[in-house]
C-alpha cells in the first residue's frame, strides 16, 4: 500500500491550500484516513480525521478553518486549508488506517509566511 500526498506550497497568511492523498495498492477498505503535522521544533500532531462512515473530526486549532473530505472511487483524501496562518506552517502527512496495518504517506511540506 502506498499514500501519495501532495498539494503543498508557500502561502501568504489567510490564503488557501488543498492538500491530496491519494492510496494505491492491496487493501480493500480503509478504517480511518488522517492528516497529521510536524511543525518545525514541535511533535507531530494529529490534524484531522475521518472515518469509513464519512464521520470527522478536527483538532481545535484548525476546525473551522479546515475540512476533511474524501473521494471513495479514486480513494483519495483530501485537505482542504483556509484562513491559513504561519501557526500552520508544517510538513503534512497522511495516514490510513486498515485491518490490516497503518501506513503512512511521505510528506508535504506547507509554508505560510509574507
Known amino acids: 500500500v502506498q499514500l501519495q500526498a501532495s498539494g503543498g506550497g508557500l502561502v501568504r497568511p489567510g490564503g488557501s491550500l488543498r492538500l491530496s492523498c491519494a492510496a494505491s495498492g492491496n487493501f480493500a477498505r480503509y478504517d480511518v484516513m488522517a492528516w497529521y503535522r510536524r511543525a518545525p521544533g514541535k511533535q507531530r500532531e494529529l490534524v484531522a480525521h475521518?472515518?469509513?462512515?464519512?464521520?470527522?473530526n478536527y483538532a481545535g486549532s484548525v476546525k473551522g478553518r479546515f475540512t476533511i473530505s474524501r473521494d471513495s472511487a479514486k480513494n483519495t483524501v483530501y485537505l482542504q486549508m483556509n484562513s491559513l496562518e504561519a501557526e500552520d506552517t508544517a510538513v503534512y502527512y497522511c495516514?490510513?488506517?486498515?485491518?490490516?496495518?497503518?501506513?503512512w504517506g511521505q510528506g508535504t511540506l506547507v509554508t505560510v509566511s509574507s
Open positions: 475521518i472515518t469509513s462512515g464519512g464521520g470527522t
Open positions: 495516514k490510513m488506517m486498515t485491518l490490516l496495518g497503518v501506513y
